[in-house]
């Protein structure tokens, strides 16, 4: 998500959230950068793509993470 939607989000939530529960998806990959998924709606099919393999490393590493864990617990 972007540092918008997080800032909504955690408004909204005002003291039921920890903040430590929503973090930008980016983060992952690049721990404290705070990097932004860009929004590819006004560009062209590429920059779907793009968006796309941003989301799937990501994606890919919190599975890493959360996945051994997991295992670790069983």
């Known amino acids: ?3 918008d939607v997080l800032a909504d989000i955690r408004s909204y939530a ?3 959230l920890d903040t430590g529960k929503a973090d930008l998806l980016m983060n992952e990959l690049y721990p404290g950068k705070n990097m932004d998924v860009p929004d590819p709606w006004y560009g062209s ?3 779907y793509h793009e968006v796309f393999k941003m989301i799937d490393k990501a994606c ?3 599975i890493e993470k959360y996945g051994k864990r997991d295992r670790d617990r069983a």
């Open 1 to 3: 998500m972007s540092k």
């Open 14 to 16: 005002r003291n039921k």
């Open 45 to 47: 099919e590429p920059g």
């Open 60 to 62: 890919e590493k919190i």
